[in-house]
């Protein structure tokens, strides 16, 4: 299984941007998908999440500017972010398998992609 993100970048403060994650290796339809962060110093944290039957659940930090959504046929997560801000810098992840609130599921698997660097500068 592979998880490939991509969409970061360097982004003035109010700009937006657009990430993207890529699985393969098998189908995922199942599973919820999920978008994480770890900045600088701090402890990786859910961003947004999404089941399979659309339901999503976001960090109360980004409601209202980000929206995650995802296409089952083509086994892809999108995070649409509007109104950056300073302190959404950092690595972002995609996930498949945690829960909509960022939980292991015992037994359920737990993917990760190598992360994608969003930079906003003030």
């Known amino acids: 299984v592979q998880l490939q993100a991509s969409g970061g970048g360097l982004v003035q403060a109010g700009g937006s941007l657009r990430l993207s994650c890529v699985a393969s290796?098998?189908?995922?339809?199942?599973?919820?998908m999920g978008w994480y962060r770890q900045a600088p110093g701090k402890q990786r944290e859910l961003v947004a999440a999404?089941?399979?039957?659309?339901?999503?659940n976001y960090v109360d930090s980004v409601k209202g500017r980000f929206t995650i959504s995802r296409d089952n046929t083509e086994n892809t997560l999108y995070l649409q972010m509007n109104g950056l801000k300073s302190e959404d810098t950092a690595v972002y992840y995609c996930?498949?398998?945690?829960?909509?609130?960022?939980?292991?599921?015992?037994?359920?698997?737990?993917?990760w992609g190598k992360g994608t660097l969003v930079t906003v500068s003030s």
């Open positions: 290796g098998s189908t995922f339809t199942k599973y919820v």
């Open positions: 996930n498949i398998g945690r829960s909509l609130t960022g939980q292991w599921v015992n037994f359920g698997p737990d993917y």
């Open positions: 999404i089941r399979s039957d659309g339901e999503t």
